[in-house]
């Protein structure tokens, strides 16, 4: 392997550079296609049937009419005795025909009252049936539409995983060139990461380093400046903070907005996919984007052999 110069090193670290953002569009991409193909899948929504109401409690008739007929018979107990004696029959007129009426006004409250409770509870009952049928029906509808639906988007399954698989081959195709690149073993594993390779990038661009190590190295200089916290080192905060390192990281601020620019515009491009199809190769900025991804492996695996 040749002498790095610092124009290779600023080539080497500015290809891996690329190459990782080209990953991780192409990670966003896929992880945007599944989550539109999985909250397009349609969700079965039941309405909850009616509750069964609450019934007064009714007696038996049985009851209230043997009152009756007790009363009646006091009545006429009475009557009997007043033909044999009207002495007698004076004697229990308070208590043998109150007793009566007692019985017959009571069976007659009773088998009212249990009357009404039943016209009450049927009049309940009908209303809960008929909305308990209005529910079933609408649920049943609901099955059968949902049945359909589901149907469709597990037929459209098919074009979905045939356009994951085509991103997922550019994907692996993509890794297989940095790979390829990091089998040199020009930088350490542990720089390996878009803010590390934008810095060390920007440095060798810069002229601030002719090498990666030693005391006046790329990786030293790294780690002061991390120590220094002039820069940040963690790409979710950097996205998160994106304008507040314009200044003090530029090389990898331009990546980074260019790495939003890309995702965001084929985040669009994936909603543009024409119905639950999911045929993304149907799409002709999609289309565009992964044959400038071919190019651009291709490309890579020149300069990693111009580097060997």
Request: charged share 20%; with cysteine; proline share 3%.
């Amino acid at each position: 392997m040749k002498t790095f110069t610092p124009q290779d090193y600023a080539k080497y670290t500015d290809t891996a550079l690329k190459l990782e953002s080209s990953l991780y569009v192409q990670q966003e991409m896929i992880q945007q296609l599944d989550r539109r193909y999985a909250s397009q899948e349609p969700r079965l929504r039941l309405e909850e049937e009616p509750k069964q109401p609450a019934l007064k409690t009714v007696g038996s008739n049985v009851g209230w009419i043997a009152l009756l007929i007790i009363g009646l018979i006091c009545f006429l107990l009475l009557f009997y005795i007043d033909s044999e004696s009207e002495i007698l029959a004076a004697l229990l007129l308070l208590p043998l025909g109150g007793f009566g009426a007692v019985l017959v006004l009571g069976g007659c409250a009773g088998w009212l009252s249990d009357s009404q409770k039943a016209q009450s509870n049927n009049q309940l009952m009908s209303e809960y049936n008929a909305k308990l049928q209005a529910v079933r029906e609408r649920n049943k509808s609901a099955s059968a539409a949902y049945k359909e639906r589901h149907a469709e988007w597990e037929s459209a399954g098919a074009k979905y995983r045939e356009s994951r698989e085509f991103m997922l081959t550019q994907l692996k195709q993509t890794a297989a060139v940095r790979n390829v690149l990091y089998s040199m073993n020009i930088i350490y594993p542990k720089y390996r990461t878009i803010p590390a390779l934008a810095a060390i990038c920007e440095y060798f661009t810069t002229g601030r380093c002719a090498g990666l190590t030693g005391p006046n190295g790329a990786y030293n200089l790294y780690e002061d400046e991390l120590r220094k916290n002039t820069m940040i080192s963690q790409l979710n905060t950097i996205i998160a903070n994106l304008e507040q390192i314009r200044s003090t990281q530029y090389m990898l601020y331009q990546q980074v907005s260019q790495i939003q620019q890309t995702t965001q515009r084929m985040a669009r491009s994936l909603q543009r996919v024409e119905g639950c199809m999911y045929d993304i190769r149907a799409n002709t900025e999609i289309t565009a984007y992964y044959t400038g991804v071919t190019a651009a492996n291709l490309n890579y695996m020149r300069i990693v052999h111009d580097l060997g």
